[in-house]
Every structure is written in C-alpha cells, then in structure tokens.
C-alpha cells in the first residue's frame, strides 16, 4: 500500500514511516518539502543502517502526498488540523483516513476538550469529503516507544470507524507492528472514549512517576 | 479495619468480602438481614473450607452496617443507589466510602449516562454528610475474577478522591488483594473517566469475543 502521512517529520509520524517502511511505500508529507525530504531520506538511513528493508520513503508536499495513496495517518496536533484539511480538501478522495488527533488541553493536569460533534474524528469527518473513510486509532502509542524499533509493543489498539473494510485494513496494519494488538472499538462515535484516554494516561503518568504509559485490555 | 459491603450479597460485594476477610471484619449489608446472614456465613465457608484464616464475616441490617465502619463499599447498581443513601444519610459520620457505581444503560451496546454532576462518584459525594470521604474505584474489576480466590489479579485499579489519606486507605486496601496495582487517579471530578471505561470494556468484550475485561496501563 501507498501510506501518506501528514506531520511526518514529527517523532511519532516517524514512529509509523519506520515501522511499516518494510512493508509499504511511505510518503512523508509537510508543508515545507525540503523538511519532508530531509525528514525521508534519514529515515530510511536509519532502516538501512540496521540491515533492514525498505520499500521507500519519500518527502513531498502534503497535497502531492494525498492525492494518490491508500491510506493517510493525521499525525498532527488538534490544533489547526481542521484548518489544515480544509486546505487540503479537495486532494481527497476516497483514501482511509486514520485519526492520531486528540484535542486536549493543559491546565495543571490535561484535560480533553471535544468539539461540538463529540470527537476531533467526528469533526475530521465533517470537514472531508463523504467518500473518505475515516478510522480512529493509535492516540495512545508513545511515540518513544514507536520509535525504538527494538521494542515489542505489548498494546492494544483500539479502533473505531463506520467503513467496515477501512476499519479492518487499519486493524491489519496494526497487526504488522510487532506485538500490537488491535480491537475493534465500533463505529466512529465511539472515537471520544480512545481520544479522552489520552490526557487520562498523560495525568496518570505524571501522578504516578510513570511516563509512556500505554493500555492493555486483559 | 470494619469494612461494610452495601450490596453485599451481589457476587462483587462477596469478591471483596472474600478477599478481604483474612485481615478485616467485614460487614454484609442488606436490606434484607435474613439474606445478609445467610450470605455472611456462606462466605466464611468458603474461606475456611480452603483453611485460610477468616476475621469474621457478619450479616446485618444497612443501617447497623454502616455506623461504626471504617470503610463502606458501595457494590450496588446506579438505579437506586441515590434514593438508597439518603435513607441512609444519617448512619454516616466520617467513614471512607468507596463507589464502585457506574451509571449505564444499554441499548445497542452499553453507554455511559452520568449525572448532572458529572459521575456517579460525585452524585453520592451530594447526597451523604460532608464529613464522609468518598473515594471511586474498582469498577472495572471483573466480579468473575474477584472471586476466583485462585486468582492472581493483575490488573491496575485507579483511585480518585479528594481526602488524601483516605485515597492512600484505599490503595492500601487494592494492594492486599493479590497482584492489583493502585495507581493515584487524582480527585474525585476525574472519577467519570474510570466510570465510563466500564461501558467501553463491555463494548470492547462484546465486540471482539473477548469477556471480563480488565485494564492495565504499562
């Protein structure tokens, strides 16, 4: 499959281009192409250095990395996602859509702060074309620990979405990193618990002295 | 400790009385004493049939249970709970009170209907004396599990309260039970987010053909 993904260049949009580069071809996308270039071609020196394959990885422009992929991770923060695709709206048109966003802010502990539709992947939803699939899932992966592609991640992945085969496509996709373990979270409403799961196991870590806390569901 | 299980005679209320009972008094409490005493004594069966020591279980009346206890359970189902405690009101002083209720209906698939007050936790905290210290947890604990005795829970349980030390009492008290891991939740307003976990591991089970679901954040 052809993966694009929006905030690429960040540590968990990287995360993601190294754990499926084996696999998919991946387009790291940004608004400024020389970062995505940047961004792309030390990733796949990372694979390379250890030994490992790698379909390809490629920098571009967020609107050239949409128009012809499969599948587009939103690994950007809430704030200005929906400004951002409504730019980007038109280079949509059927691709999964696979929501990483969690609106949520800080005061002294982090607080999950919905918009009006319930979810920020409701509010996506609203905001892309009606032929798009968009599917919840990943809010509550560290991205340090995505990253050391030496580490099992012992997870479990809720995922929530209204297209049954989008929801499954991105169910395998989990299942191609290593230990992760997907579950079907229903339909995209249920999108709020797995967001609001967010700021809850940010302010148990700080609470606790844990950090990178993820959820298992035994 | 004196600790009095409200619903004690439901299989969670039994799971904490049999859990417990080797180092507290426990309290069954029912509206029905005959019920409670008869429970009461089973549950002392049970335990020293296996030869494991018991302080004693004792069957009585919700009113007499309450007054001179440590800690009350409140192991009842969320219809009811309110028009319960204010019969009530006037046998608490000061006691920790620990809520295990969630507010839940189901259509489809289970959903989370707290009250105005935002959870259930802080619900009961309206109705009871101010000088009782309510603290939320244990409502995703399987009753199932609970009361296998043979069974190592390792699950993580989080506490919320506003008494410091009587959160501290009861992450004590989840400590005893064998492998359970108290985690800090904060104060009592962030008692909806574990009361709304239960509903989504309902779901969650039911979805994936998974049962008695439990958590851990690692």
């Known amino acids: 499959m052809k993966i694009a993904i929006l905030g690429g260049t960040g540590s968990i949009g990287e995360g993601f281009a190294l754990r499926w580069a084996s696999k998919h071809d991946i387009l790291i996308c940004s608004r400024e192409v ?50 951002l695709l409504k730019n980007l709206r038109h280079f949509f048109k059927d691709q999964i859509v696979i929501s990483l966003v969690v609106p949520m802010k800080k005061n002294k502990w982090f607080e999950y702060t919905p918009p009006a539709q319930g979810s920020a992947a409701l509010e996506i939803k ?60 229903g339909g995209l409403a249920s999108s709020y618990m797995i967001e609001s799961l967010t700021p809850f196991l940010i302010n148990l870590a700080l609470r606790n002295g844990l950090c990178d806390l993820g959820v298992k569901f035994v």
Chains 1, 2 share one sequence.
């Open 34 to 83: 020389d970062k995505a270039i940047k961004a792309a071609d030390e990733y796949e020196g990372t694979i390379k250095n250890k030994g490992l394959f790698c379909c390809g990885i490629t920098g571009c422009s967020n609107e050239s990395g949409i128009k012809d992929v499969d599948v587009v991770v939103l690994s950007v923060p809430y704030q200005g996602v929906i400004p």
């Open 126 to 185: 609203d905001v892309l074309p009606k032929s798009v699939k968009v599917v919840s899932a990943y809010h509550n992966i560290s991205a340090k620990k995505l990253l050391n592609l030496e580490l099992s991640l012992d997870y479990d992945v809720v995922v929530c979405g209204d297209d049954e085969d989008a929801k499954r496509t991105v169910m395998e996709l989990t299942k191609e990193i290593k230990n992760l373990h997907p579950l079907d979270g």
